[in-house]
């Protein structure tokens, strides 16, 4: 088998990219079943991290900034360091990718716990963290 060269993957990833551009853009994830539930909040209850990324997803690319930002406010950071990450990796973008430090798994793992925890406290502002 051959490895698959930076170009194919960049092309490849390009190609998955556009198709679920395209698919987010056409179909709202909040009326259809076309899209899956968060598994965490239909057996537990709680909304995980990730929970109303797919409907920011959408409202971003309706340039709804402000709704996709009242589903899930870590969708914003969170697409700017995978794209800078990608943008590094492929050579497009100079430096050191916001991904490769030492530390960055951790301090992500501490964010995403943290942002998990917070936003199902049913208290004052946390409660605007809830999509």
């Keep these: 088998m051959r490895v698959a060269t930076k170009k194919t993957v960049f092309v490849g990833l390009g190609v998955l990219s556009i198709g679920a551009i ?13 899209f899956p539930k968060c598994p965490i909040h239909e057996y537990l209850g709680i909304y995980c991290s990730g929970c ?6 959408h409202d971003l690319l309706h340039l709804r900034i402000g709704d996709a930002v009242s589903h899930n406010i870590l969708i914003l950071p969170a697409l700017f360091v995978l794209a800078q990450h990608f943008l590094v ?15 960055a798994p951790l301090v992500l793992l501490a964010v995403v716990l943290l942002f998990m925890a917070l936003r199902n406290l049913k208290i004052g502002p946390f409660e605007y963290l809830a999509p």
């Design 22 to 34: 395209l698919l987010y853009f056409s179909f709202n994830p909040e009326n259809g079943l076309l």
């Design 52 to 57: 109303g990324s797919q409907r920011a997803i």
């Design 89 to 103: 990796k492929f050579g497009i973008l100079n430096g050191k990718s916001l991904l490769n430090y030492r530390y």
